[in-house]
């Protein structure tokens, strides 16, 4: 029987890669990842790891994806995974987060092919990590989101927001509004990686690789 296993990727830094990712990604006999652009986030990730095997990129149109375009890639991954042995999908973060797989997932699993989940570290847990931002306490509420609407505020103590590049400005608006501290993360684990706390230095940085992480101010 064939196998395939989600792999979550973490961040972007290798050292971020649980024991679990490395394994299975040694163990498997062929890499199958999201093309992006003929660059690869979890490519450059686990690079050390790969030794060689064969990668296939897989095309997802950006912001344009049909049920059609994972029916195709399901197709792909069982025609070249070799029967008896293993496949790894890669991907940044984790696998059942705001990913691909998910989708990808639904319809491998329709064919007779085993699939594991290898979780991994998302960004804003790194992010929240490296800026010692608490996300959560004991009684509170944290909200993560790639969709931003102000009402879901009253609601939380904490969020953080995935996708802000064409949003920035409104959703710092809301924040403050509703009395919250904010941080802007990008590129989080890697060499470039910046916390930026200036709402003038956020509103200016146009990274695609970015979130921002509010938390309502203390008694207020």
Do not use: W
């Not at 959703?171 to 470039?192: C, F």
């Amino acid at each position: 029987m064939k196998k395939l296993y989600g792999i979550g990727t973490g961040p972007g830094h290798k050292e971020l890669l649980t024991l679990k990712a490395v394994k299975e990604i040694e163990r498997a006999s062929i890499i199958f990842a999201p093309n992006n652009k003929g660059k690869n986030m979890t490519l450059d990730t686990v690079e050390d790891f790969i030794q060689g095997k064969k990668v296939i990129l897989l095309d997802f149109p950006m912001g344009k994806v049909k049920r059609e375009d994972y029916i195709k890639a399901a197709e792909i991954i069982y025609k070249e995974i070799p029967e008896g042995e293993t496949g790894a999908y890669l991907t940044i973060g984790d696998p059942m987060i705001y990913s691909t797989f998910i989708y990808i997932m639904e319809e491998v699993e329709k064919k007779n092919i085993e699939i594991e989940i290898v979780p991994g570290i998302p960004s804003f847990l790194a992010g929240a990590a490296k800026s010692k931002t608490p996300l959560t306490l004991k009684g509170e509420n944290f909200l993560l989101c790639d969709e931003f609407r102000e009402e879901f505020l009253g609601e939380v103590d904490s969020v953080c927001i995935l996708k802000t590049l064409n949003h920035k400005e409104k959703i710092i608006e809301d924040l403050e509004e509703n009395k919250y501290d904010y941080k802007y993360m990008k590129r989080v684990s890697l060499e470039n990686q910046e916390i930026i706390i200036n709402k003038d230095e956020i509103l200016q940085d146009k990274d695609y690789i970015s979130f921002i992480i509010g938390r309502r101010k203390e008694n207020d």
